[in-house]
């Protein structure tokens, strides 16, 4: 269920992943920040709510912590899926490409 949710909104915002203006982990942590600033309406905000705790300073950094182990095990699984789903944007955009796309550094010196 919250996989789905976040499935969805990295796929809304793919191409700035692929553009490389941000990355997989940080979209997800700014989905969970938004979330947490609200009251929860849906089953997915109310486990998020549940099961996590957001810690900001006065500078706007801030922290998403588990507040039980069920939590940081949720935290935990959410990036690992940030990395598969970078892998996974990284082979699709590598499929299609051969060897001679890449210019050898040794050719630039030459």
């Not at 099961?51 to 922290?63: I, K, M, P, Q």
């Not at 944007?89 to 001679?100: E, F, G, Y």
């Amino acid at each position: 269920m919250i996989l789905k949710e976040v499935s969805k909104y990295l796929q809304e915002h793919e191409q700035e992943i692929v553009d490389n203006k941000t990355s997989a982990i940080k979209l997800i942590s700014q989905w969970i920040r938004n979330i947490l600033h609200k009251p929860a309406v849906t089953n997915v905000e109310k486990i998020l709510h549940c099961e996590l705790l957001l810690a900001e300073n006065r500078s706007g950094e801030f922290a998403i912590l588990g507040k039980s182990a069920s939590g940081r095990v949720l935290m935990e699984s959410l990036n690992n899926f940030a990395i598969y789903y970078e892998n996974y944007l990284m082979s699709k955009w590598l499929a299609d490409k051969k060897p001679h796309h890449f210019k050898n550094y040794t050719d630039d010196k030459n």
